[in-house]
């Protein structure tokens, strides 16, 4: 992995007000830890911050950070931007040592073609885009490569699939789904459509059903309109 040296200002004033101070001037106001150190204020450069964090390893990089009279091995952890520009604000720079495993994030990158899922217009879909890693600094991976060239319709790369350089390790369920290839969407809409939509054999019993209700109906209508002109002639013969 590649390594990129960055000078460091010690001895920052701290507040809200120096840090937006820093940040006019050009610098990103950080903190600089580890290995039982005492958090140790710094500033650098925000070009050259920038740059070096834009290179292939991306945040992965190896930072080595010259403090003062001391020179540290460092990596950026809990980078801090701007709600609104983007622009890098804060950042926090952990000390690390060459021989140490560390835990990270790295990328996920779809490699190769699906021919079975293109001939049947099916859709690749990637579910997951970055791996937690294991690793000394200088075997951390600028990427793991998923290989989905095997794919078919209704199959998944997983986790467990994945092919990690040597040396490096995941604490990620070997089951958590990386990419899985889906039927075309306008086979999946229909089959929704379908599923939600009453079958033409429901409708007909519903039909029925209420039929044979309203018929009821008419019939207790028919009965109760009955019974009272009944009760009405037989008084009227026992009167006579």
């Known amino acids: 992995m590649a390594e990129i040296t960055l000078d460091a200002e010690i001895g920052r004033p701290l507040g809200s007000r120096s ?7 050009g610098k990103v106001p950080g903190v600089l830890y580890g290995h039982g150190a005492a958090p140790l204020p710094v500033a650098v450069d925000a070009r050259a911050l920038r740059a070096a964090l834009s290179g292939e390893s991306g945040t992965n990089v190896l930072l080595s950070l010259r403090a003062g009279s001391q020179t540290y091995l460092t990596m950026a952890r809990e980078l801090q931007r701007h709600p609104v520009r983007g622009t890098l604000a804060h950042v926090d720079f952990q000390i690390v040592r060459r021989d140490e495993v560390v835990a990270t994030e790295v990328p996920l990158v779809l490699v190769g073609d699906a021919p079975e899922v293109t001939r049947l217009d099916g859709v690749v879909d990637q579910q997951l885009f970055t791996l937690g890693v294991r690793a ?10 998923v290989d989905v060239s095997n794919l078919t319709i209704g199959s998944a790369v997983r986790v467990g699939d994945l092919r990690l350089p040597p040396g490096v390790g995941t604490d990620v369920d ?9 039927p075309p969407r306008v086979q999946v809409a229909a089959a929704e459509e379908a599923a939600s939509a009453p079958s033409a054999e429901a409708e007909a019993e519903a039909g029925a059903h209420g039929a044979v209700a309203t018929a009821a109906g008419e019939g207790a209508a028919a009965a109760s309109d009955g019974a009272p002109q009944q009760e009405q002639a037989g008084a009227a013969g026992d009167g006579e």
């Open 19 to 25: 840090s937006r101070r820093l940040r006019r001037a």
């Open 136 to 145: 000394k600094p200088a075997d951390i991976p600028t990427a793991v490569e």
């Open 174 to 182: 070997a089951d958590v789904t990386v990419v899985v290839a889906l």
